[in-house]
């Protein structure tokens, strides 16, 4: 292929795959499978490596893969992104529509917007493409995230508009990412976010775009701040253009004849935002003419066109009656406010997140306080802060102890943490919370081993190690509560299963700092055998791509543990499974019909186990998912199915049953 043909070729591929990434992520009606999707990605990426010189900013390939920043640049922004007044209520709506109405002869419509909670910013665009992305900062001044910006997929990198075009809109994390997120930050060890907002503008803030692309922002554009050739008259007719251009508007905006209309819309938001599948902390209402705006103009701090209605926040007063240390399976000591029972955001809660002692002492939490509690993010309670004027001088300072309050053993703040951290290995809290963690699901997934029963276990002193549980006997086990002889031969022929469970099981079972499920399975497909992990070094394992320094050095450190060695040394004993059972990459067979699919498993199979299932689908190249989606290719419908089968008739994904499964496996 010469020059001219490959440029054809590149032209027909990004217009292809700009079609298709506008109908995912901004009208979320794929038209092709992710297979495709990806296939024809690939073709892209294979003709710009051959042909570098027709490489270009807005080509799909350049969405991630940008080198770290050292630090960003400062952007000004031609037109300030100003801040808006706020209204609290219906009184304070109607002043502004008295107002506004005063300044301007002609009679005055709205446009409602809903008010997401999110990082605002700014994107320009030069003959068509995307140049630069910018934070709000300070109203004149932002910061220049432009590569963290493209990693979000519902940001077009090219628009029909030639002329110089600046657009503003919210960037967020929807609520589902955050969820996911903080629970992969809460296995490593990592302080999770207190609420989706947080999470977006950290994200949008880390100098390696990498991380940003991997955190699943979303964005709403909802307006204009420096354009050459603007000729439309009205809000409303900006957003359609917005959307018109391939930008993703929030279609829930709705123009308002009249200040009723508005209160209403205020009203109806305020009932169904819980709807909704990311943060809206108001409503927006603006002037709709621009012309109008224009004559309304603007205070030294913001426009007199526009006002953003403040929900109120989802908050409750309480008595915080004792703070509860718990120590995790890695020695973190973390403090847990024990409060009097009060309904926040629609739940009742008992319990809420100190997080840490600086945490505590930032904020002069004291036991007996009055504290304000809310949901982080609607989602996760916490103490905001204590209410000082209505304390009675019996509250009292509370202290982190010395000594952990399982073992008795001092406790070290290491370098650079917050955390207080018992380091005894034989803490028989962070032994039990190792246990509990070990027989997990997504670990050795050892049936009818849950949580009560190990803490029963170690309370009769039947087991203190992961050995200890491969050591059960009969005798011991009819010796507990609520244990038969039917649920003691059913553990134990569960327990003795689990010894031919794939090394990334055990891996991750082990609990080594930073290495949830996926990294260990990247680790067993690697190194194949728990020996020769065993013996990697740091260069070995930082090799390897989807690993950091800070997992590859908790890896080293682990295993260098003559207490590690010991306990490997008992497991192979015991005739536990050290080798890596799953499929390599070089063995997966791109022509299968799993090959690129997304796959979800529901409902009773009769004769494959889902785990059975599951490893057959992803040895063909598949990947199993829990959930169902638009991304979803094939559904595998046993009997009794239930919402999933439902939801993917509706979404009109194919649907297998389990012979149909079965015949294809057998082929």
Same mark, same amino acid.
């Given at each position: 292929?010469?020059?001219?043909?490959?440029?054809?070729?590149?032209?027909?591929?990004?217009?292809?795959?700009?079609?298709?990434?506008?109908?995912?992520?901004?009208?979320?009606?794929?038209?092709?499978?992710?297979?495709?999707?990806?296939?024809?990605?690939?073709?892209?990426?294979?003709?710009?490596?051959?042909?570098?010189?027709?490489?270009?900013?807005?080509?799909?390939?350049?969405?991630?893969?940008?080198?770290?920043?050292?630090?960003?640049?400062?952007?000004?922004?031609?037109?300030?992104?100003?801040?808006?007044?706020?209204?609290?209520?219906?009184?304070?709506?109607?002043?502004?529509?008295?107002?506004?109405?005063?300044?301007?002869?002609?009679?005055?419509?709205?446009?409602?917007?809903?008010?997401?909670?999110?990082?605002?910013?700014?994107?320009?665009?030069?003959?068509?493409?995307?140049?630069?992305?910018?934070?709000?900062?300070?109203?004149?001044?932002?910061?220049?995230?432009?590569?963290?910006?493209?990693?979000?997929?519902?940001?077009?990198?090219?628009?029909?508009?030639?002329?110089?075009?600046?657009?503003?809109?919210?960037?967020?994390?929807?609520?589902?990412?955050?969820?996911?997120?903080?629970?992969?930050?809460?296995?490593?060890?990592?302080?999770?976010?207190?609420?989706?907002?947080?999470?977006?503008?950290?994200?949008?803030?880390?100098?390696?775009?990498?991380?940003?692309?991997?955190?699943?922002?979303?964005?709403?554009?909802?307006?204009?701040?420096?354009?050459?050739?603007?000729?439309?008259?009205?809000?409303?007719?900006?957003?359609?253009?917005?959307?018109?251009?391939?930008?993703?508007?929030?279609?829930?905006?709705?123009?308002?004849?009249?200040?009723?209309?508005?209160?209403?819309?205020?009203?109806?938001?305020?009932?169904?935002?819980?709807?909704?599948?990311?943060?809206?902390?108001?409503?927006?209402?603006?002037?709709?003419?621009?012309?109008?705006?224009?004559?309304?103009?603007?205070?030294?701090?913001?426009?007199?066109?526009?006002?953003?209605?403040?929900?109120?926040?989802?908050?409750?007063?309480?008595?915080?009656?004792?703070?509860?240390?718990?120590?995790?399976?890695?020695?973190?000591?973390?403090?847990?406010?024990?409060?009097?029972?009060?309904?926040?955001?629609?739940?009742?809660?008992?319990?809420?997140?100190?997080?840490?002692?600086?945490?505590?002492?930032?904020?002069?939490?004291? !036991? &007996?306080?009055?504290? @304000?509690?809310? %949901? *982080?993010?609607?989602?996760?309670? =916490?103490?905001?802060?204590?209410? $000082?004027?209505?304390?009675?001088?019996?509250?009292?300072?509370?202290?982190?102890?010395?000594?952990?309050?399982?073992?008795?053993?001092?406790?070290?703040?290491?370098?650079?943490?917050?955390?207080?951290?018992?380091?005894?290995?034989?803490?028989?809290?962070?032994?039990?919370?190792?246990?509990?963690?070990?027989?997990?699901?997504?670990?050795?997934?050892?049936?009818?081993?849950?949580?009560?029963?190990?803490?029963?276990?170690?309370?009769?002193?039947?087991?203190?190690?992961?050995?200890?549980?491969?050591?059960?006997?009969?005798?011991?086990?009819?010796?507990?509560?609520?244990?038969?002889?039917?649920?003691?031969?059913?553990?134990?022929?569960?327990?003795?299963?689990?010894?031919?469970?794939?090394?990334?099981?055990?891996?991750?079972? !082990? &609990?080594?700092?930073? @290495?949830?499920? %996926? *990294?260990?399975?990247?680790?067993? =497909?690697?190194?194949?055998?728990? $020996?020769?992990?065993?013996?990697?070094?740091?260069?070995?394992?930082?090799?390897?791509?989807?690993?950091?320094?800070?997992?590859?050095?908790?890896?080293?450190?682990?295993?260098?543990?003559?207490?590690?060695?010991?306990?490997?040394?008992?497991?192979?004993?015991?005739?536990?499974?050290?080798?890596?059972?799953?499929?390599?990459?070089?063995?997966?067979?791109?022509?299968?019909?799993?090959?690129?699919?997304?796959?979800?498993?529901?409902?009773?199979?009769?004769?494959?186990?889902?785990?059975?299932?599951?490893?057959?689908?992803?040895?063909?190249?598949?990947?199993?998912?829990?959930?169902?989606?638009?991304?979803?290719?094939?559904?595998?419908?046993?009997?009794?199915?239930?919402?999933?089968?439902?939801?993917?008739?509706?979404?009109?994904?194919?649907?297998?049953?389990?012979?149909?499964?079965?015949?294809?496996?057998?082929?």
């Amino acid at each position: 292929m010469d020059k001219k043909q490959a440029q054809e070729k590149i032209a027909e591929l990004r217009e292809l795959l700009n079609q298709y990434n506008h109908e995912y992520h901004v009208l979320d009606h794929p038209s092709v499978p992710d297979a495709e999707y990806d296939q024809k990605m690939q073709e892209l990426r294979k003709l710009e490596e051959e042909f570098p010189g027709l490489v270009t900013a807005d080509s799909p390939t350049q969405r991630v893969g940008g080198e770290p920043l050292d630090a960003f640049q400062k952007v000004q922004h031609n037109v300030p992104m100003l801040s808006l007044g706020n209204a609290f209520n219906a009184n304070d709506l109607r002043d502004f529509a008295r107002r506004a109405a005063q300044g301007t002869d002609d009679p005055i419509s709205f446009v409602c917007e809903l008010k997401i909670d999110g990082l605002a910013i700014s994107l320009t665009y030069e003959n068509g493409t995307f140049v630069r992305g910018a934070t709000r900062g300070d109203g004149t001044t932002g910061e220049d995230i432009t590569s963290n910006l493209k990693t979000i997929r519902s940001i077009p990198l090219s628009i029909k508009e030639k002329e110089t075009i600046e657009v503003r809109g919210e960037a967020f994390m929807p609520h589902k990412s955050f969820v996911a997120m903080n629970k992969e930050r809460e296995a490593k060890e990592e302080e999770p976010f207190a609420n989706p907002r947080n999470a977006a503008a950290g994200s949008l803030r880390q100098l390696d775009p990498k991380i940003a692309a991997k955190r699943s922002l979303d964005i709403f554009l909802y307006g204009v701040g420096e354009w050459e050739a603007g000729t439309l008259e009205s809000h409303s007719e900006r957003l359609d253009y917005l959307k018109e251009l391939g930008f993703k508007t929030n279609p829930e905006w709705r123009k308002c004849e009249t200040i009723d209309d508005v209160i209403e819309y205020v009203e109806y938001w305020e009932n169904e935002r819980p709807n909704l599948n990311y943060e809206i902390d108001g409503i927006v209402i603006k002037v709709d003419n621009l012309a109008q705006q224009e004559e309304l103009g603007f205070t030294a701090k913001s426009p007199r066109w526009a006002i953003a209605y403040k929900f109120p926040a989802e908050e409750a007063l309480t008595t915080l009656r004792e703070i509860e240390l718990s120590v995790g399976r890695t020695g973190v000591i973390t403090p847990t406010a024990i409060l009097d029972a009060v309904k926040v955001a629609g739940t009742t809660v008992k319990r809420a997140s100190l997080h840490n002692e600086d945490l505590i002492r930032e904020k002069d939490i004291r !036991l &007996g306080d009055t504290v @304000v509690i809310k %949901k *982080a993010g609607d989602i996760i309670p =916490e103490v905001v802060r204590a209410v $000082e004027d209505k304390r009675t001088g019996n509250e009292k300072e509370f202290f982190m102890p010395d000594e952990c309050p399982a073992c008795g053993s001092e406790l070290v703040r290491l370098e650079e943490e917050v955390a207080l951290r018992c380091i005894n290995p034989n803490c028989p809290a962070q032994l039990k919370e190792g246990l509990i963690h070990f027989v997990s699901r997504n670990a050795m997934n050892i049936d009818g081993l849950g949580e009560k029963v190990i803490i029963q276990l170690f309370q009769e002193n039947l087991i203190q190690t992961i050995a200890d549980l491969y050591r059960l006997n009969r005798e011991d086990l009819l010796q507990l509560e609520r244990m038969g002889e039917k649920s003691v031969a059913n553990l134990l022929k569960a327990i003795d299963t689990s010894k031919d469970n794939s090394l990334e099981r055990l891996l991750f079972g !082990l &609990g080594i700092r930073f @290495v949830g499920s %996926k *990294a260990a399975k990247t680790l067993a =497909e690697h190194f194949e055998t728990m $020996e020769n992990l065993q013996h990697a070094t740091y260069d070995d394992i930082i090799a390897i791509n989807e690993i950091g320094e800070k997992m590859a050095d908790s890896i080293v450190r682990y295993f260098a543990e003559e207490e590690v060695t010991e306990l490997l040394s008992e497991l192979k004993s015991l005739n536990l499974n050290m080798e890596y059972k799953g499929p390599k990459k070089q063995d997966i067979d791109e022509d299968s019909e799993f090959s690129g699919k997304t796959v979800v498993l529901t409902g009773k199979m009769e004769i494959l186990t889902r785990s059975e299932a599951k490893a057959a689908i992803e040895q063909l190249g598949g990947s199993v998912t829990g959930s169902v989606s638009k991304k979803t290719d094939i559904v595998i419908a046993g009997d009794d199915a239930g919402s999933k089968l439902d939801k993917a008739q509706k979404l009109g994904i194919t649907i297998w049953n389990e012979n149909q499964l079965r015949e294809v496996l057998n082929n």
